[in-house]
Structures are given as structure tokens and as C-alpha cells.
């Protein structure tokens, strides 16, 4: 069973930078598509990006965030740059089940999800 554990998150200045981490402490992490989600207040959770194991990236980022991955690590990042307020919400971190097929965009592809971390952007 997948335990997946966000933090990184915090108050930050518009311009400021971000790194949010998610290190999967439960189960076989190497074979599973991880990704990152956002869901603004009072929405569904969105898709942003998310990153085979072999580091194939899916999802069309902003150009100030990037996806990454360190599988000896367990862990999952999210460098998140020149921070502006719109980019406030949770953000979550989540995970196919190993060997997943599918597109690994959509929501109910993945099984395992952290607790979220609220990222706040002042201007």
C-alpha cells in the first residue's frame, strides 16, 4: 500500500520559489507513474504533470514548474518558480498502481494520494 507524503509547501512572496517533495514510504515506487495534482477551493482536482519511472514526462507544465523524480530516493518533486498568487491552492501528490496502463492524466488512475500541502502566494 502506497504512504505517500507531501511537505514543501508554505507562504511565499509572488517571485519566490517552491520545491514540494513527495517520498513514498509503502511500496514498490520504481514501477509506478507518479504525478502531481492541484485542486483549487471549492473545484475538482486538476492534473498538472506527472513522470514515468524510467522519467518520461506527461502534462503540459507552465514553463516555471517542472516534474521530477529520484527513484533511489522514493521521492517525487515539484519545483514550482516565480510564484504568482493564482498558483496558490493544495497541491497533492499521487500514484498509479505498479505497471499502470492508461493515459495517467485523469484522476481515478491513481489509487494512492498524499494529504495535500497548501502552497499560499502573496502579492
Known amino acids: 500500500q502506497a504512504q505517500l507524503v507531501e511537505s514543501g509547501g508554505g507562504s511565499v512572496q509572488a517571485g519566490d520559489s517552491l520545491k514540494l517533495s513527495c517520498v513514498d514510504s509503502?511500496?514498490?515506487?520504481?514501477?509506478?507513474?507518479m504525478g502531481w495534482f492541484r485542486q483549487p477551493a471549492g473545484k475538482e482536482r486538476e492534473f498538472l504533470a506527472a513522470?514515468?519511472?524510467?522519467?518520461d514526462t506527461i502534462g503540459s507544465l507552465n514553463g516555471r514548474f517542472s516534474i521530477s523524480r529520484v527513484n533511489t530516493n522514493n521521492a517525487l518533486y515539484l519545483q514550482m518558480t516565480n510564484l504568482k498568487p493564482e498558483d496558490a491552492d493544495i497541491y497533492y501528490c499521487?500514484?498509479?498502481?505498479?505497471?499502470?496502463?492508461?493515459?495517467?492524466?485523469?484522476?481515478?488512475?491513481?489509487?494512492?494520494w498524499g494529504q495535500g500541502t497548501q502552497v499560499t502566494v502573496s502579492s
Open positions: 499521487a500514484a498509479t498502481n505498479p505497471y499502470a496502463r492508461g493515459r495517467h492524466s485523469q484522476r481515478n488512475e491513481y489509487p494512492h
Open positions: 509503502g511500496r514498490s515506487f520504481r514501477s509506478s507513474y
Open positions: 513522470i514515468s519511472w524510467t522519467g
